[in-house]
């Protein structure tokens, strides 16, 4: 863009040092008038002006096709309402929730469908979102149960409640990693202690909430009673991650720590009061 500004400078500069009646030095021309000069700087302003308003012209129209190529259209058949699972796709099309739709070509999935003959006697596995592209894997000809789980393979599943302060306060979600802690009271001879249990765990599911109740003896011998909000977390581990577990919980109580980006924890004594204030 920049060479094609200097050749329609150039060409102004052209047309001035050749204008009839344009300025040059000399005898002959120290009489020209005045306003003979001023008329052919207007022109070839306008003239300049002219060029570069088709230039800039010429320059966006170029963008509008440089992203009409990079953002080109594809049809795809997206979900326009919401398909419940079990619901054949015949009665959805029925229903209207499946419709052709453009979206950029960066946005289609792989395996995203323009016609529903693939799809021909399926039904939902899943719940289909209003905006979603159809997709084969999302169909088939019985629906995922609705209280599957899936265990990571090589992996058993273990389910523990913990409280709303153990569990980062509700920001723990199905897929997450986390650290657990176990903080022991002295019982099975283990010691007063806080200490890393698992450096990395994955939440595979995540139930309903529960108010338990609770009940703690202070120093004096006073019981105290409490109404606390538990969390029931299924979790992926190795069979003897989840024997840790179990003991742990057992003969003391968890707390989650969700991991951050590039988080690192290792083993350590953990804190205990004969370390606590080191």
């Not at 419940?84 to 950029?104: F, H, N, R, Y």
């Not at 003959?117 to 609705?146: D, H, V, W």
């Not at 200490?195 to 990395?200: K, Y």
Request: glycine letters at 10%.
């Amino acid at each position: 863009m920049s060479a094609k500004i200097i050749a329609v400078l150039a060409c102004a500069t052209s047309l001035l040092g050749t204008w009839p009646g344009a300025v040059q030095r000399g005898a002959a021309d120290e009489g020209a008038p005045l306003m003979d000069r001023r008329r052919v700087l207007l022109v070839v302003a306008a003239i300049i002006a002219a060029l570069g308003t088709l230039l800039v012209f010429l320059y966006v129209r170029g963008a509008d096709d440089r992203a009409n190529e990079k953002y080109h259209a594809v049809q795809v058949l997206k979900a326009v309402k919401q398909i419940d699972p079990g619901e054949t796709v015949a009665a959805a099309q029925t229903a209207g929730k499946i419709q052709l739709g453009s979206i950029g070509v960066g946005d289609k999935l792989p395996d995203a469908l323009t016609d529903l003959a693939p799809l021909n006697g399926q039904l939902a596995k899943t719940t289909i979102f209003p905006g979603e592209q159809i997709t084969a894997g999302k169909f088939g000809t019985t629906p995922a149960a609705s209280n599957a789980l899936t265990v990571p393979d090589g992996k058993i599943a273990v389910s523990i409640n913990l409280t709303d302060t153990a569990r980062v306060a509700g920001f723990v979600n199905p897929g997450d990693k986390v650290a657990i802690f176990m903080n022991s009271t002295g019982g099975a001879g283990l010691g007063s202690f806080t200490r890393l249990l698992l450096p990395e765990v994955e939440v595979i599911a995540v139930g309903t909430t529960t108010v338990v109740s609770t009940t703690t003896t202070d120093a004096t011998g006073a019981q105290k009673t409490e109404q606390l909000p538990r969390t029931l977390f299924t979790l992926g581990v190795s069979q003897a991650d989840a024997q840790k577990i179990l003991f742990a919980t057992g003969n003391g109580e968890l707390a989650f720590a969700k991991l951050g980006k590039d988080a690192k924890l290792t083993a350590d004594p953990g804190a205990n009061a004969d370390n606590l204030f080191k």
